[in-house]
């Protein structure tokens, strides 16, 4: 892919990366801070120990998953820089510009992606 047509996904790179960063930042406060207006931390009920719980550990696989496309964008704009964005990691052909306007930090083809999600 020329450089020319590498730059809107650049862009778009750009501004997602810029977008996740901000949610894993918030996400992480909010993670630490708990309930925030209450003066403890302590849950008075069982039921609230469990929700704190789950809302925590909820919150602590969200940023797992957005640290994960993070790293796939910086990935991508790796590849860019390497100028082999756009090229699938597994077979070597080009990754269609339709997948790549969806998924912008993509390495694979839908081929090669569907061969790695299935079941071994």
């Not at 082999?84 to 339709?98: D, F, N, S």
Request: hydrophobic content about 35%.
């Amino acid at each position: 892919m020329k450089k020319t047509e590498m730059k809107p996904y650049r862009e778009r790179l750009l501004a997602l990366r810029s977008r996740l960063r901000g949610e894993v930042h918030q996400l992480a406060d909010n993670a630490l801070r708990g309930n925030g207006g209450d003066h403890s931390s302590m849950p008075i009920h069982m039921a609230d120990l469990g929700s704190d719980t789950f809302e925590q550990d909820f919150t602590l696989q969200l940023m797992e998953s957005e640290e994960g496309t993070l790293t796939a964008i910086e990935d991508a704009l790796e590849r860019m820089d390497e100028g082999t964005y756009g090229e699938c990691e597994a077979c070597g052909g080009k990754i269609p510009k339709l997948r790549l306007e969806a998924l912008p930090f993509v390495a694979l083809c839908v081929k090669c992606a569907e061969k790695e999600q299935k079941p071994r």
